[in-house]
């Protein structure tokens, strides 16, 4: 069995998924994170890019967020195999 | 199972056990935001709050009498949308302090209604541990039922009630389904007032991650199935926020307003401005020949009617403000704009306030109540009135009907005007980049505040909701027309007539106004001003309309102008470079004391309104002298 990859959260691909193993931000910003899903534990996928590329939209908890790059790159996200062809 | 029945075992347990039964005065209606509460508040009293569909459309408390379930004897009060009872921001503070009897002149609430989003419990549920925790009757309403059929979830209501410990309902607020489990928790809260509710087990330390465990757990246990995600929302983002189409669409829904504003608004316009010229002179053949005429039909009707044909335009924008906001897709314009909001040092959170404040600067400045970082907030505040809040049409409109001719390009897609108005528009959005973009590389120097946006789901807008915003514009706009403008324009008839001497009016240049006008028009003359326009201006410092209503008085009681339309009369007395300076001079100065009261209320502080007053109207009148040496020159 290939070991699963944990990558920035703003480095993951879209369609890519994955769980969330870390979120280090700021108390007040990973508070509001926390309750929109970004929790250690929480499974996150990629769904697509902002037309300028960046902030991206992703899917936690059946609700979609967009995070620009500079918040996903402070949490990090243990791939799910078969992710990355 | 069927999720249907609305479930309140547990309280009744409880409900023997009762004793001395105290009276029930006060509810909380409490959620995450975006679950639903405005609508359902709507619901039980009747009311009309502000709905849409984005997070953070309510930022104040509001309370109303719940007297569509008959309880008109209990006030309901509407909070802002909460993800926990940890503050981080301005609203936020306002529904904790509402919720634990902290907020001066609100009555602790006796028993909470907690709205759910039922289409994604195991967030939503994060919140229903602080909320039990502060020991009031609850009752869970898991809202947007109808969708989480549609989509195939399930809630298990009578496992869910068990596992909480308080009463648990589906319902659908939007289509007013199973709302009937309102008024039966009310009489049975009633009873079990003062007495201890049945422990529930709830995470001890109630930290995020705690509150998601426990809420995961309790969502598993319950076997609840959350709903997959709308087919028709993937479909349509993948179109909307398509790298080359989304843009693009961004831009023609933007023009598309305008367009329509004047291919369809302008003749209804013209239509109810003859209609009301006809009946002022109906109206006037039933008066006496004597002043009683003069004030009622050529000061007051001129005026207000001037105001009045504006109606069908405002409607019209607002009814297009209204799709876009219920629909869902106003999020996917603050994406797709946040790249621009970023190059200037915003935070895409502002997007939402600087959008609403097209249709009017202060609900937009009151809406920077969701943005938590403070220097953030003064800089949108500070912002926000250079948008082209919906005040501004009426002169815009009349300055492009009487000025820019109408030509059509591209086979009568494209109109002149359209792009005139569009281009005024963009205007004020550039003097709010330019100033956002000075504030913050002087005094608003701050650390860049996350972009975090939530998504929701597109929705058909219902005709319900619409017809409701127009009318509440429409009331708004009429009442207005019938006050302040009625006002102002009673002052300026009045002023425009004295003295008097020997029992005669003074002419206009004589009059008390035309001294007045000839005073500031040495000030106004490089701008392409006439004294008329100067009354219109400094009229309109109480509300940008005025100067409509203004000048449609003083137009109407000038001989040479009398028998024209104000349009004509336009024409006749200004250049093409005055007219463009003036609709210049408008898109940036600071005329609404509305919008300076709510400025110095939210920041507290008579120095932020003074300082944009005056960086308002410097900047107009520049701008306006410009316009108009540069357009006299060319033309």
Same mark, same amino acid.
């Given at each position: 069995m290939p070991e699963s990859k944990v990558t920035l959260l703003s480095d993951a691909r879209v369609h890519d998924a994955g769980i969330v193993e870390t979120v280090d931000l700021a108390e007040e910003v990973s508070h509001y994170l926390a309750h929109l899903g970004?929790?250690?534990?929480i499974r996150v996928e990629v769904l697509r890019r902002a037309p300028a590329g960046d902030p991206t939209v992703y899917r936690v908890d059946n609700v979609e967020v967009a995070l620009r790059r500079d918040t996903a790159r402070h949490i990090t996200l243990k791939l799910e195999r078969g992710a990355r062809k | 199972m069927s999720c249907h029945a609305p479930v309140l075992e547990p309280i009744e347990e409880t409900l023997q056990t009762a004793s001395t039964a105290s009276r029930l005065r006060t509810v909380a209606l409490v959620g995450p935001p975006n679950s639903g509460k405005s609508t359902l508040f709507n619901r039980l009293t009747g009311m009309r709050q502000k709905v849409a569909n984005y997070p953070g459309v309510t930022v104040e408390h509001h309370s109303g009498r719940?007297?569509? !379930? #008959?309880? #008109?004897?209990l006030t309901l009060i509407d909070l802002p949308g909460i993800y926990s009872l940890s503050t981080y921001s301005e609203d936020a503070r306002v529904a904790v302090e509402v919720l634990t009897g902290k907020m001066p002149g609100v009555p602790r609430p006796d028993c909470v209604l907690l709205v759910l989003? /039922? @289409?994604?419990m195991n967030r939503q549920l994060m919140l229903a541990a602080p909320v039990f925790s502060i020991g009031l009757p609850t009752l869970v309403l898991l809202n947007m039922s109808d969708q989480l059929e549609a989509r195939g979830g399930n809630i298990d209501t009578l496992a869910l009630a068990r596992e909480l410990g308080h009463p648990v309902a589906l319902i659908s607020a939007a289509k007013g389904v199973g709302l009937e489990v309102v008024p039966d928790f009310l009489v049975q809260a009633d009873g079990t007032l003062n007495t201890h509710l049945r422990p529930v087990q709830l995470p001890v330390l109630q930290s995020p991650s705690a509150c998601r465990a426990w809420a995961s757990q309790v969502t598993t246990r319950t076997g609840y199935q959350s709903p997959t995600a709308s087919k028709w929302t993937q479909r349509l983002d993948s179109v909307l926020l398509h790298r080359v189409a989304g843009p693009l669409i961004f831009l023609a829904v933007v023009f598309a307003v305008f367009q329509v504003v004047f291919s369809i608004g302008q003749p209804l316009s013209d239509g109810l401005g003859n209609l009301l010229a006809n009946v002022g002179t109906q109206l006037g053949h039933m008066l006496p020949d004597n002043w009683l005429r003069l004030l009622l039909r050529d000061g007051i009707w001129n005026g207000v009617s001037s105001v009045l044909v504006f109606l069908p335009q405002i409607l019209l924008l607002f009814l297009f403000i209204g799709v876009l906001e219920d629909s869902g897709y106003l999020a996917r314009a603050a994406l797709i704009a946040d790249r621009v909001m970023r190059s200037i040092g915003l935070n895409g959170k502002a997007f939402i306030p600087l959008l609403s404040a097209y249709a009017c600067a202060v609900p937009a400045i009151m809406a @920077?109540? @969701? !943005? &938590?970082?403070k220097r953030e907030r003064l800089a949108t505040i500070l912002i926000a009135p250079f948008m082209t809040c919906s005040a501004r049409l009426p002169i815009y409109t009349l300055i492009i009907a009487a000025f820019v001719p109408h030509r059509l390009f591209l086979g009568g897609l494209v109109g002149l005007r359209a792009l005139v108005m569009l281009g005024l528009y963009a205007l004020g959005f550039l003097a709010a980049l330019v100033t956002a973009r000075m504030l913050n590389s002087s005094v608003m120097k701050a650390s860049p505040a996350p972009f975090i946006l939530e998504l929701p789901q597109y929705r058909w807008p219902t005709l319900q909701s619409l017809a409701m915003r127009l009318y509440d514009r429409g009331k708004l706009f009429l009442k207005k027309a019938g006050t302040v403008i009625l006002g102002v324009t009673f002052l300026i008839w009045i002023l425009s007539v004295i003295p008097v001497h020997g029992g005669n009016f003074s002419d206009l240049p004589s009059s008390v106004i035309g001294s007045m006008g000839h005073v500031i028009e040495p000030v106004i003359r490089p701008l392409g001003f006439n004294w008329k326009i100067g009354i219109g201006l400094l009229s309109s410092i109480? /509300?940008? &309309?005025v100067i409509v209503g203004t000048l449609g008085t003083l137009y109407g009681l000038d001989p040479s102008t009398h028998s024209l339309g104000l349009q004509a009369a336009l024409r006749h007395d200004m250049t093409i470079g005055g007219a463009i300076a003036l609709v210049v001079f408008f898109a940036f100065a600071m005329q609404c004391t509305s919008t300076l009261a709510v400025v110095r209320r939210e920041t507290n502080s008579w120095k932020f309104p003074i300082l944009q007053f005056t960086y308002m109207t410097t900047v107009a009148y520049v701008a306006a002298l410009v316009t108009n040496q540069v357009l006299t020159r060319l033309f």
């Open positions: 970004f929790l250690p534990g | 719940m007297k569509s !379930i #008959g309880r #008109g004897d989003d /039922a @289409t994604h @920077t109540r @969701t !943005i &938590e970082n109480v /509300a940008r &309309e």
